[in-house]
């Protein structure tokens, strides 16, 4: 195996695109192979990827290329990963650059592109439905949490141009959509084209410049505004269908009766040709124009000898190979034209052309060139004893704008896939049929379990870092499960349940088969275990999974299952002849399905295997990769087919209220909560929330489980009384008609995710009141309502600590003293958390701090608590939110 070099910008600006290549050290200082010519085109593909670096190791980042020199342009996002690097990969040959992507000097919108509803980019020349959604999307660089105004025009400049003078009256949305710039420096809106219904007459009331009128379509385009920095950026333009016009009859034209003469043309001088504006250019002299391929298509054409080295000059009469390194254009005919450009009166010269069909990603042509091509391109002067060469492709998808989208009432509406919901950016959408058909449906050995046990599986595989397209990762986990639990996925499976003893070793228990030893790690007991649903031992088993000792090592379906049984191997998951175990372990005989090897089993007449026992052998992790396989491989055939149909219990449901207990939460303080007289099947330990806005508008933030557990006295002491838990991590935030709220970071290494369903509702209004989207939640209690992580005061999920509000809006740790802590804001909010019942009982906690030239100010509604020394404590990085009065929660029963 070679190593090969990457050759690239180890420090790319984001936003900007950077070209990578590679040399192998075996081979010469270019690079090339010196092998036969027929040789060179059968060398391997070079294939590219990008990888990430997360808590939980390395991964993908879906964004594969192949080809000699591919491009790379790193986001927003690239920054906030702990490392970065580009692997590439040809045939055994293997090499890796880590790249650091640096942050922009200058603020700016990249990119402003058009979707349809599924958010796929929509393709050129497509006809959309003026009942359609079109979603624009700005790509941002250093613009986080910067407003974005969007806004949609019908364009009538002439050309592919938006000129804002002609277009000034033809705004269709006369107040712009907002959005606020995310993370990864994206900000995207929706257009629902029926909700314009004036659209097509102002579309109508204007045309271009020398047009009678607005003809078969519209065109249409998308500007984004960053209004503080005076940033805009337009999309392409879409061509929507005028369903107005009426096209003119074809007129038929009679030949005339009588003789007439044969009108004499004159002779015209034909138009010297000349390279088209947008097509990608090599330079193969050094004076020669450059121009790369915007679309990625054509990554690079040169002149090389038959032994595949580049040329970088040529003698008249010599001929020469071209070679086109190309992308995802096999098939494709494309036509290569070489021009020869004369530096000073900047004339071209067409010498040479010809059309190819590529039959790859390396491609090879050949050029004779002759001193007829060399005399057609003398202008006299420079030209006449050295010219300077270019080579144009010009293939028929060349764009480097977008497309131009015709959009009209006759044409169908673009569908959504039944295979899951619709993702329309700014514009929820009311879920109609079942959700657990829509989602969660492919996963294999579904049939087994319920819609909400695939969907936890689904978010403990993304939590974990895994895989997550096609759903991947959660694939694995649904497959080591089937194994474990002899296909069951009961979480009583296992030896320990027929007769529970804590004090045996070996007796195992759930959907991961947890040990006494696996159980003690992960803070609990097997009889514990063994008392849970399916759906809630899951938490135990990713609690497993994100075990220290497994970091960065979960890589695969291998790993993951090698770290439930035999721990110590995980780290050797990718070794294929890696020996797990031996002949000398029980395990050897008691697990015959790794055994795979030929004198390990035996046939016999009927077709059935056997497997030998006592023999000497090994077990390869090989052998459990292909035996993991095949549980997979008939896990899908055990897919979901009969589907319990229920809402997404996340963000945005329409359901009647009466079927659910609901808070619902009104701007200024009043909570009531509304119990029905029937509780439908399947909500009997969920609640909704519901946000009433000062303008009456009704905001559903979500629908959330509820767990039952005891309630826990001072000193951690379990008491008697049940009571009730909600995770905060299912409320993945709300922003929707002027009200938006949000946990923008989750800071908490002792797991206080959970909180009391009361004073959910107090600061869910208290973060609607005030639009606060940006919040840090340090925790409350963890999910036996115990307090943890050094506090003692955490219990029962009624208190916890949030960090103060900042300027950056970031959720960033913000104290008392620092310049961007924000104090009116924090303040403001307070007040609200105050009407919504907290700090009634108790005041809040926070500490003394210099303001407004008064070194004893406090912050609204809190007092200065403060203990130095051993057990002590401080509030200068956080606010204590305690003191909740259940008193103000009205409850209304249904009559």
């Known amino acids: 195996m070679n190593k090969l070099t990457i050759l690239g910008n180890t420090h790319p600006i984001i936003g900007q695109k950077e070209m990578y290549s590679i040399v192998s050290l075996t081979h010469t200082g270019l690079g090339l192979s010196h092998k036969p010519f027929g040789e060179l085109i059968r060398t391997p593909k070079r294939e590219w990827d990008v990888m990430i670096q997360t808590k939980t190791g390395w991964r993908k980042a879906n964004n594969n290329k192949e080809g000699d020199r591919v491009p790379y342009t790193f986001g927003q996002k690239s920054l906030k990963y702990k490392g970065i690097k580009i692997v590439v990969r040809q045939g055994e040959d293997y090499g890796e650059l880590i790249v650091h992507p640096q942050r922009a000097k200058e603020q700016r919108i990249s990119k402003v592109e058009l979707l349809d509803v599924n958010c796929q980019k929509i393709p050129k020349g497509k006809k959309i439905s003026y009942k359609d959604t079109i979603i624009a999307r700005a790509y941002c660089i250093e613009m986080f949490n910067m407003p974005i105004s ?89 061509n929507v269908i005028n369903p107005t016009y009426t096209p003119l009859p074809t007129r038929k034209r009679e030949m005339p009766k009588v003789q007439i003469s044969p009108v004499i043309k004159p002779e015209i001088t034909p138009v010297k040709p000349k390279p088209e504006l947008d097509s990608p250019k090599f330079a193969i002299t050094p004076g020669g124009k450059n121009r790369e391929d915007l679309e990625g298509k054509i990554l690079g054409v040169e002149f090389v000898d038959e032994g595949g080295n580049k040329l970088h000059s040529s003698r008249v009469g010599t001929l020469v190979f071209l070679k086109i390194l190309a992308k995802d254009m096999k098939n494709k005919k494309v036509k290569i034209k070489i021009w020869e450009e004369d530096n000073l009166t900047w004339t071209h010269d067409l010498i040479f052309e010809k059309d190819l069909v590529l039959v790859g990603d390396t491609n090879f042509t050949w050029a004779h060139l002759t001193k007829k091509m060399f005399d057609k391109a003398k202008d006299g002067d420079t030209d006449s004893s050295r010219q300077d060469y270019f080579i144009e492709v010009i293939y028929r998808e060349t764009s480097v704008k977008s497309a131009v989208i015709p959009v009209t009432l006759d044409a169908p509406q673009t569908p959504v ?26 996963l294999v050995w579904g049939g087994k379990v319920s819609c909400e046990f695939r969907k936890k599986v689904v978010e403990v595989a993304r939590n974990l870092g895994l895989p997550q397209q096609n759903y991947e990762g959660a694939n694995w986990l649904m497959t080591i499960m089937a194994l474990e639990t002899a296909y069951t996925f009961s979480p009583k499976a296992g030896t320990f349940g027929k007769k529970p003893d804590e004090s045996s070793k070996y007796k195992y228990i759930g959907l991961i088969q947890f040990g006494k030893a696996a159980a003690y790690e992960i803070g609990v007991t097997r009889t514990h275990l063994m008392s849970l649903s399916a759906e809630e031992q899951l938490d135990y088993v990713e609690k497993h999974f994100k075990k220290k000792q497994f970091k960065n090592l979960l890589n695969n379906r291998t790993a993951l299952y090698l770290s439930v049984n035999y721990p110590n191997s995980t780290i050797h998951a990718s070794e294929k002849e890696y020996v797990v175990y031996d002949s000398s372990k029980n395990a050897y005989d008691d697990n015959p399905m790794f055994k795979r090897e030929f004198h390990e089993f035996w046939i016999d007449k009927k077709g059935k295997k056997n497997y030998y026992k006592g023999r000497e052998g090994k077990a390869y992790v090989w052998e459990f990769e292909e035996a993991l396989k095949e549980v997979e491989d008939l896990g899908k055939l055990n897919k979901a087919q009969n589907f319990i149909c229920r809402v997404n219990k996340g963000q945005n449901e329409k359901n009647n209220t009466k079927d659910i207990i609901t808070y619902n939460i009104f701007s200024g303080g009043k909570i009531e909560k509304l119990v029905p007289k029937i509780i439908k099947g399947g909500y009997e330990k969920k609640y909704k929330y519901v946000f009433h806005d000062k303008n009456g508008n009704v905001h559903e933030l979500g629908i959330f489980n509820f767990k039952l557990t005891k309630e826990i006295n001072p000193g951690n002491v379990e008491g008697l009384k049940n009571i009730e838990l909600i995770d905060i991590r299912e409320f993945k935030g709300y922003n929707s008609n002027g009200v938006k709220l949000k946990f923008l970071t989750l800071n908490t290494d002792s797991e206080r995710y959970y909180i009391n369903p009361d004073c959910y509702a107090g600061l869910l209004g208290a973060m609607a009141d005030k639009n606060i989207n940006y919040l840090g939640f340090n925790g409350f209690s963890n999910y036996q309502a115990k307090s943890t992580g050094g506090s003692s005061s955490h219990r029962n999920g009624e208190k916890g600590d949030l960090r103060y509000l900042s300027k950056n809006r970031k959720g960033e740790p913000t104290i008392l003293q620092d310049t961007h802590f924000d104090i009116p804001s924090q303040n403001q909010f307070n007040e609200s958390l105050y009407s919504f019942g907290w700090g009634r009982l108790d005041k809040m906690y926070s500490e003394h701090f210099s303001y407004n030239g008064k070194k004893d100010y406090l912050l609204n509604h809190t007092k200065h608590m403060i203990k130095l020394g051993k057990g002590g404590y401080r509030h200068y990085h956080h606010l204590h939110l305690t003191g909740f009065d259940h008193s103000i929660i009205k409850i209304v029963y249904e009559k």
Request: with cysteine; net charge negative.
């Open 150 to 238: 969007f806004t949609l025009w019908e364009d009538d400049a002439n050309g592919e141009g938006h000129n804002p003078m002609i277009n000034g009256l033809n705004r269709i949305n006369l107040i712009p959509v907002f959005d606020t710039v995310n993370e990864d420096g994206i900000a995207q809106v929706s257009f629902r084209l029926p909700e314009y219904t004036l659209a097509v007459q102002i579309a109508n009331a204007r045309t271009g410049l020398g047009d009678k009128d607005e003809g078969a379509t519209h065109e249409y385009y998308v500007t984004a505004d960053a209004v503080e920095s005076h940033i805009q950026k337009a999309s392409a333009n879409v």
């Open 417 to 442: 896939p039944k295979t899951k919901t619709a993702a329309v950016a700014k514009q929820p959408q009311q879920v109609t049929t079942c959700i657990c058909k829509e989602q969660y449906k492919d």
